[in-house]
């Protein structure tokens, strides 16, 4: 049943059949707050008749030079604040005095300034060929792209639209060259971030980190909070000269997030809303349980001449399969107890079973906006249900928000803007889903099946702990307030003043319970299991409380003047303020043995509790500064200046100076290139450069580095007085010497704007130096009896490029575009405390980051004699008694052994690097176009170049566990088998002979290193917008309904047993993790 939900709680209720009377009382109610629209609508009504007489109705349409009409065009009376724009179909109609002027302007149209007429009229708008039709949010403002002399990427509310996405991340996934996403080790887990960064990875700093500043509308954030149909453009600022205006932490580029803001005008009723459902993009496989037991038995025998199932085992699972036994399972007389895994017989696909097809979930949203030309709102609200893909105890995510924005000119020197935002995450998922489970399922057999043969579920399936073990219940609740002031003394000169509050409050509650298999007769036996968080008895109950709570406040005071002089030149310069201040509190109980499970609370519990909080505060403030010149848009220089203070160092090492530069020269505005740029309709060609300086403050997880801390805790070896006492011992050593990370970046790039702007692009190529990263200090004697604190004692140096090229054009009714976006970035150690350079540690000075080391393989003897005479020339010491089938590994050095050396660089014997897992050519494909009511738009993402190696259960099958930690999935068939073989010759197989342990064949080795590169149609959708002569029958401005896919092809050279982008765990091996989803969405747009 769907649920209902009140959006507008003591207002309105959301019900879809009443989406329309909603839209109306919120739009009454919106028109209403707005006072200033209130005295304008008075002074309307009560104008005198004579003046009224004098008015006269001016309407026409707006073309562009091939005909199509244009929409969203302003119409705005000259030197008067009366003002519309043009409807879908390039239609306005405005009151205007006789003999009025219009100014007729639109983005990447050159302005039209018409006498008002009363009959009909055509205006046609020209393309603008000396611009680039885009604005770009920076630091602090906005620029024309054309301006721009740093690098800065930018994405519009066209890219994000109809996307069936939980969150902004997914939706720019490889929008923006330089702006890396890709899943991190929780996978495709409802609560599951992207890791992010800008240019790869920045630092490798002790408790450093790389990713980006995140701003949404000024106020730091997360993507995941943001409702993507709230969004109006995302700006990414990636050198050091675009984003140092911010300071301390956008050491590694900023993403700047607006959103939506009211226009002047009637109210504007929208609603969005999609039913999706998800399915997995890839899951394993697994062997029948026939060939599941024969593979087993294969490697048991391989490894000392073993089983592991039986003939008489063997012939039950053939006579399940076959239909001749009903039964699922043997069980024991004496215990009345069922017998799995070599006792049972079943023919179970456990991925199959634990994870669900098509799962269906939706989205909505509503956002009301309009205005007059003084006051501008807007309010909009959402609601997410995103169903998991778990069967068996399901986990959900939903996302509530609520936002508000009025900007009100109080005076013609004083605007007043105050924004609020609401956003609630519930996210409900059985206790149990934790990495162990992930770990488990790959290690379940097929011959145990998920209900017993009365019905009930099975203790080896684990699936009783997801339905009745508990459940984990974690609410987010973030309160954002802004409010800023905007002053302007005189014309040019702006004062803003700043105060944003964003309150973060984070409930967990985790529950344990007890959990029942059933006998043979059906009764209830109680289980002891593992929750991932430790192991409970039979009848073990536990349950834990978390709260969080954040504060954060930010103050920005700054100033900009800007001049226009007459003979070209321009000037703007802007100083300012900035103050930020965090301060959190957490507090956690738990405690065991309940007295009901059916009340799952600390007051009901009668066990040991147990007690932990804190809190804390941190702070960071800056002084900053710009100047731009600009000459006739030609010539282009813009200095930034930030000196910043951070409370997580002390003393001098406290505040620094980061210094910027950057300057541009459009080409295509000189006068000798004037022939050339007329011929190719060359509105930019641009050269750009920028060097700076940022620092990096978050070169410690902890807040407080320069303090020692004492361990302290409670002996539980003996009592004083009958209580245990408590104990501190010895802190450790901490460095005074602790301070910033200095990032310093080149950057040159060009910027192309050619025949009338329908082709476009950038290049860019940075170098990035990351000095005085935290690391190991060299050792001390060890007289001294502690460990040597880390000190900044580390360099890297980062470098790439960035291409986005871009076609858009239109043949009469028909308009299409094509995208191109492709960077790549790698990261070199300059400087690292490893003087000999020991392949222990994990970094040396020369290293590239990512580096694979391993064996080079030769190939997979075919025979005894061939092993023999291999071994001969090279001995392979880790492991013993080679055969036909076993892996060959290169001698490389000549040495008569196949080894290590002494596991130094330069002295590494025959492993040698043989790979890198640094993503390489991040590229994304776009294409798009529309068709009178029709509309098309494919996005392809994907990377170049990427190596990686696996291990573990997912790829090798059987492994160094042995068959309670080895798993069997089809790809493991493939398998070395000598002619003859009872299981059938496989002598051109892609794995060696199957065999217990990991020392001989699953060794380190070019063989098996995985190309993990990979193109995926990231999304595809099809559109249709109704007619305009329907809509307004119905009272609608415009209704578009669309089919949209996310994932649903991808192509990769990958053993199919993993996906691509989820190569990461949840438990100690690749592929133990929730898997991604693809997704197809049914949705609607209305604007009313």
């Known amino acids: 049943?769907?649920?209902?939900?009140?959006?507008?709680?003591?207002?309105?209720?959301?019900?879809?059949?009443?989406?329309?009377?909603?839209?109306?009382?919120?739009?009454?109610?919106?028109?209403?707050?707005?006072?200033?629209?209130?005295?304008?609508?008075?002074?309307?009504?009560?104008?005198?008749?004579?003046?009224?007489?004098?008015?006269?109705?001016?309407?026409?349409?707006?073309?562009?030079?091939?005909?199509?009409?244009?929409?969203?065009?302003?119409?705005?009376?000259?030197?008067?604040?009366?003002?519309?724009?043009?409807?879908?179909?390039?239609?306005?109609?405005?009151?205007?005095?006789?003999?009025?002027?219009?100014?007729?302007?639109?983005?990447?149209?050159?302005?039209?300034?018409?006498?008002?007429?009363?009959?009909?009229?055509?205006?046609?708008?020209?393309?603008?060929?000396?611009?680039?039709?885009?604005?770009?949010?920076?630091?602090?403002?906005?620029?024309?792209?054309?301006?721009?002399?740093?690098?800065?990427?930018?994405?519009?509310?066209?890219?994000?639209?109809?996307?069936?996405?939980?969150?902004?991340?997914?939706?720019?996934?490889?929008?923006?060259?330089?702006?890396?996403?890709?899943?991190?080790?929780?996978?495709?887990?409802?609560?599951?971030?992207?890791?992010?960064?800008?240019?790869?990875?920045?630092?490798?700093?002790?408790?450093?980190?790389?990713?980006?500043?995140?701003?949404?509308?000024?106020?730091?954030?997360?993507?995941?909070?943001?409702?993507?149909?709230?969004?109006?453009?995302?700006?990414?600022?990636?050198?050091?000269?675009?984003?140092?205006?911010?300071?301390?932490?956008?050491?590694?580029?900023?993403?700047?997030?607006?959103?939506?803001?009211?226009?002047?005008?009637?109210?504007?009723?929208?609603?969005?809303?999609?039913?999706?459902?998800?399915?997995?993009?890839?899951?394993?496989?697994?062997?029948?349980?026939?060939?599941?037991?024969?593979?087993?038995?294969?490697?048991?025998?391989?490894?000392?001449?073993?089983?592991?199932?039986?003939?008489?085992?063997?012939?039950?699972?053939?006579?399940?399969?076959?239909?001749?036994?009903?039964?699922?399972?043997?069980?024991?007389?004496?215990?009345?107890?069922?017998?799995?895994?070599?006792?049972?017989?079943?023919?179970?696909?456990?991925?199959?079973?634990?994870?669900?097809?098509?799962?269906?979930?939706?989205?909505?949203?509503?956002?009301?906006?309009?205005?007059?030309?003084?006051?501008?709102?807007?309010?909009?609200?959402?609601?997410?249900?995103?169903?998991?893909?778990?069967?068996?105890?399901?986990?959900?995510?939903?996302?509530?928000?609520?936002?508000?924005?009025?900007?009100?000119?109080?005076?013609?020197?004083?605007?007043?803007?105050?924004?609020?935002?609401?956003?609630?995450?519930?996210?409900?998922?059985?206790?149990?889903?934790?990495?162990?489970?992930?770990?488990?399922?790959?290690?379940?057999?097929?011959?145990?099946?998920?209900?017993?043969?009365?019905?009930?579920?099975?203790?080896?399936?684990?699936?009783?702990?997801?339905?009745?073990?508990?459940?984990?219940?974690?609410?987010?609740?973030?309160?954002?307030?802004?409010?800023?002031?905007?002053?302007?003394?005189?014309?040019?000169?702006?004062?803003?003043?700043?105060?944003?509050?964003?309150?973060?409050?984070?409930?967990?509650?985790?529950?344990?319970?007890?959990?029942?298999?059933?006998?043979?007769?059906?009764?209830?036996?109680?289980?002891?299991?593992?929750?991932?968080?430790?192991?409970?008895?039979?009848?073990?109950s536990k349950v834990s409380e978390y709260a969080y709570k954040e504060n954060y406040y930010s103050t920005n005071i700054y100033s900009d003047y800007f001049k226009q002089l007459d003979n070209g030149h321009y000037f703007k310069a802007m100083v300012g303020f900035n103050a930020e201040l965090y301060k959190d509190r957490s507090v956690s109980a738990d405690k065991s043995t309940l007295i009901t499970p059916s009340v799952p609370t600390i007051n009901t519990a009668v066990g040991e509790p147990s007690v932990a909080g804190g809190y804390r505060h941190t702070s960071v403030a800056g002084f900053f500064a710009r100047l731009n010149w600009n000459y006739k848009d030609r010539y282009m220089l813009e200095a930034n200046g930030r000196y910043d203070g951070s409370s997580r160092f002390i003393g001098d090492k406290r505040w620094g100076f980061f210094p910027s530069f950057s300057g541009g020269w459009n080409i295509a505005r000189e006068a000798f290139f004037e022939e050339t740029a007329n011929k190719l309709k060359i509105g930019t060609l641009k050269l750009r450069a920028s060097w700076g300086q940022l620092g990096n403050t978050n070169t410690n997880e902890s807040w407080y580095p320069f303090y020692q801390t004492l361990p302290q805790g409670q002996n539980y070896g003996w009592l004083v007085n009958g209580v245990r006492q408590n104990y501190a011992s010895n802190p450790g050593i901490v460095s005074s010497e602790k301070t910033w990370e200095t990032i310093e970046t080149w950057d040159a790039g060009l910027d192309w704007g050619l025949f009338n702007n329908r082709l476009t692009g950038s290049f860019d190529y940075f170098v990035r130096y990351t000095y005085d990263m935290i690391a190991t200090a060299p050792e001390l004697p060890s007289i001294l009896g502690t460990g040597v604190p880390k000190i900044n004692n580390a360099d890297m140096k980062s470098y790439g490029f960035e291409l986005e090229i871009g076609w858009r054009d239109r043949i009469k009714n028909f308009s299409y575009g094509v995208k191109f976006v492709l960077s790549d970035a790698q990261q070199k150690i300059l400087k690292y405390n490893n003087p000999d350079k020991s392949l222990s540690n994990p970094y040396y000075e020369g290293q590239k980051l990512g580096e694979i080391w391993g064996y080079k393989t030769i190939g997979i003897a075919q025979s005894d004699e061939e092993m023999n005479q291999h071994l001969a020339n090279a001995k392979q010491p880790m492991g013993q008694k080679w055969a036909a089938g076993d892996i060959m590994y290169a001698d490389l050095d000549n040495s008569g052994s196949v080894d290590q050396g002494n596991y130094k660089v330069g002295d590494s014997g025959d492993w040698q690097i043989i790979g890198n897992n640094t993503p390489r050519f991040n590229y994304g494909i776009t294409i798009d176009a529309a068709w009178k009511g029709l509309d098309f738009r494919a996005f392809v993402q994907g990377i170049g170049k990427r190596d990686y190696w696996l291990n573990g259960p997912y790829f090798w099958g059987f492994s160094g566990g042995g068959e309670w930690a080895s798993a069997g999935f089809k790809e493991h068939w493939d398998f070395w088998r000598p002619e003859g073989d009872p299981l059938g010759a496989n002598t051109n197989s892609y794995f060696a002979r199957v065999i217990r342990g990991t020392s001989k064949n699953q060794q380190r080795q070019t063989r098996y290193l995985q190309d993990a590169s990979y193109w995926r149609l990231k999304n595809i959708q099809i559109g249709y917008t109704l007619p305009k002569v329907w809509t307004k029958k119905a009272g609608m401005e415009s209704v578009r309904v669309y089919v949209s896919g996310d994932n649903l092809l991808t192509v990769s050279d990958i053993t199919g047993v993993f996906d691509p982008e989820n190569l990461g765990t949840q438990w100690t091996d690749p592929g133990k993790v929730y898997p991604l989803q693809k997704v197809i969405a049914i949705g609607l747009t209305v604007n009313f």
């Open 1 to 540: 049943m769907t649920k209902k939900i009140n959006l507008f709680p003591s207002l309105i209720r959301f019900r879809e059949t009443n989406r329309l009377k909603m839209a109306i009382a919120a739009s009454i109610m919106l028109w209403c707050m707005a006072p200033q629209q209130a005295v304008a609508d008075t002074y309307e009504k009560h104008e005198v008749a004579s003046i009224q007489q004098q008015k006269v109705k001016a309407n026409g349409t707006v073309v562009d030079q091939t005909g199509e009409p244009l929409i969203g065009v302003s119409v705005k009376v000259k030197d008067a604040p009366n003002g519309t724009i043009t409807n879908l179909d390039g239609k306005f109609s405005i009151d205007v005095a006789k003999g009025a002027t219009l100014e007729i302007s639109y983005v990447g149209y050159k302005t039209v300034i018409v006498k008002a007429e009363s009959t009909p009229m055509h205006i046609v708008l020209k393309e603008d060929s000396e611009m680039i039709d885009e604005v770009v949010v920076v630091g602090y403002g906005s620029q024309k792209k054309v301006n721009v002399t740093g690098a800065v990427g930018m994405v519009n509310s066209e890219v994000l639209e109809a996307r069936p996405v939980q969150n902004v991340s997914q939706a720019l996934q490889g929008v923006v060259p330089g702006l890396n996403l890709s899943v991190n080790n929780g996978g495709g887990s409802l609560d599951s971030e992207m890791s992010i960064n800008i240019r790869g990875t920045g630092t490798i700093g002790d408790g450093s980190g790389s990713s980006p500043l995140v701003l949404i509308d000024g106020i730091e954030g997360s993507l995941n909070t943001v409702n993507p149909n709230d969004i109006e453009s995302v700006s990414v600022l990636k050198d050091a000269a675009s984003a140092s205006i911010y300071g301390a932490r956008a050491a590694f580029g900023v993403v700047l997030v607006k959103t939506k803001s009211g226009q002047s005008g009637k109210p504007r009723v929208t609603y969005s809303g999609n039913v999706r459902f998800s399915d997995a993009t890839n899951i394993p496989e697994m062997l029948d349980s026939y060939t599941f037991a024969q593979y087993f038995n294969r490697a048991a025998a391989n490894d000392n001449g073993g089983t592991v199932f039986s003939k008489e085992q063997l012939e039950r699972i053939k006579a399940y399969q076959d239909g001749t036994l009903k039964s699922s399972a043997t069980f024991n007389e004496q215990s009345r107890r069922w017998n799995y895994y070599t006792g049972s017989n079943a023919n179970t696909d456990w991925f199959k079973e634990v994870y669900e097809d098509w799962v269906p979930s939706m989205d909505h949203n509503l956002s009301i906006s309009g205005g007059t030309d003084k006051t501008q709102y807007i309010v909009s609200g959402s609601f997410l249900d995103q169903k998991g893909l778990i069967r068996h105890g399901k986990d959900t995510f939903q996302r509530y928000t609520l936002n508000g924005r009025i900007t009100s000119n109080i005076t013609d020197w004083f605007t007043l803007g105050y924004s609020t935002k609401w956003t609630r995450e519930d996210y409900d998922r059985p206790s149990y889903l934790t990495g162990l489970f992930f770990h488990n399922v790959a290690r379940r057999w097929p011959t145990v099946p998920v209900y017993d043969d009365n019905g009930y579920l099975t203790e080896p399936s684990e699936l009783i702990q997801l339905e009745d073990g508990g459940r984990q219940i974690n609410q987010k609740d973030l309160f954002t307030q802004q409010l800023q002031l905007t002053f302007e003394p005189i014309k040019n000169w702006k004062i803003y003043v700043e105060g944003s509050l964003r309150v973060t409050a984070n409930n967990q509650h985790w529950e344990v319970l007890p959990v029942y298999q059933h006998d043979v007769d059906g009764n209830p036996v109680g289980m002891t299991w593992d929750a991932g968080v430790g192991s409970y008895p039979v009848g073990g």
